[in-house]
């Protein structure tokens, strides 16, 4: 009989192959070995009760909402093996442990974001501002390319097209697993070359003090909170679409293709085979030179 901590093993083993996100196949075991194997990681899967579990999730599940859903999902797909593995009968242990948990309170789904008439002052602060170097490049090149955290923070030199101006991002590290090419407006070209005069070498365009790694996903929010600012990083996207909505005439579908987002109609999305490149240069171009005051 298995013990938990061997049976998350095998079930990690067996799916992360399947995981198109590095940061989420790491952070699959960590997050159990840190929360739910100092509870129940040495005891034979087929002991364990609702009540071990609700020991695990209770501490966190209010202070750290969200990493307390992700623990309870995967502890529920390591009891979901085990059963079919033969190793348990009866209702898995995470069915009834809502019972025992306070309400977490709604869900916010949107994230906080700065007007976008205060952005022009949000990035001469950064610019200006003592934090590391690299930090603050990859912060402005996040904003001036309205894209997620995590695509930003992996860019590697190798997905920079220098004669086309273009980032390049491979589907792989997208939301919705699909190429995305980035028109890169002046500023950003700019910041490349920053970037390329940075101490540290290493493959990725962003790196932290250790070439290997790519800056920790938690530097945009530390930055926020030491600015005072009520925002998130992934905010600055809809920061972007509403200035593209309120202070310029681009279509709806450029500005919605900046964000990579994919076209809800069905049938349109069937004609439309290109990805609007040379419009959303111009419109990135605009952003840059609004951002830039």
């Not at 309170?105 to 170097?133: C, I, S, W």
């Not at 930055?223 to 681009?250: C, I, N, P, Y």
Request: aromatic share 10%; hydrophobic share 40%.
């Amino acid at each position: 009989m298995p013990t938990f901590a061997e049976a998350a093993s095998h079930v990690h083993e067996a799916r992360k192959a399947g995981w198109k996100n590095s940061k989420h196949v790491a952070q699959w075991l960590t997050t159990l070995k840190t929360y739910a194997f100092p509870i129940f990681g040495e005891r034979p899967v087929d002991q364990i009760t609702t009540a071990d579990v609700l020991r695990a999730l209770s501490p966190i599940w209010l202070e750290k909402p969200e990493t307390a859903r992700r623990l309870r999902q995967r502890i529920g797909t390591v009891f979901d093996w085990a059963k079919a593995a033969g190793h348990r009968t009866g209702d898995n242990p995470i069915e009834g442990v809502s019972k025992g948990l306070p309400n977490q309170g709604d869900r916010d789904e949107h994230f906080t974001a700065l007007p976008y008439k205060d952005v022009p002052q949000f990035v001469t602060r950064l610019r200006e501002g003592q934090a590391n170097p690299a930090t603050k490049l990859a912060f402005e090149f996040l904003i001036l390319t309205a894209s997620r955290t995590s695509e930003v923070l992996n860019a590697r030199w190798s997905e920079i097209d220098d004669f086309d101006r273009l980032w390049v991002v491979p589907a792989e590290r997208m939301k919705m697993a699909r190429v995305h090419r980035v028109p890169l407006s002046t500023r950003c070209v700019e910041i490349i070359e920053a970037a390329k005069a940075l101490p540290v070498r290493s493959e990725f365009i962003f790196p932290s003090q250790k070439p290997e790694r790519p800056l920790s996903n938690m530097v945009f929010l530390q930055m926020l909170k030491r600015m005072g600012v009520d925002a998130t990083a992934h905010g600055f996207r809809s920061s972007f679409r509403d200035w593209a909505a309120e202070q310029t005439s681009f279509p709806r579908e450029v500005c919605e293709a900046a964000l990579a987002h994919t076209v809800e109609n069905k049938v349109e999305a069937a004609y439309r085979r290109g990805d609007l490149l040379e419009k959303r240069r111009e419109l990135m171009e605009a952003w840059g030179r609004y951002v830039g005051g």
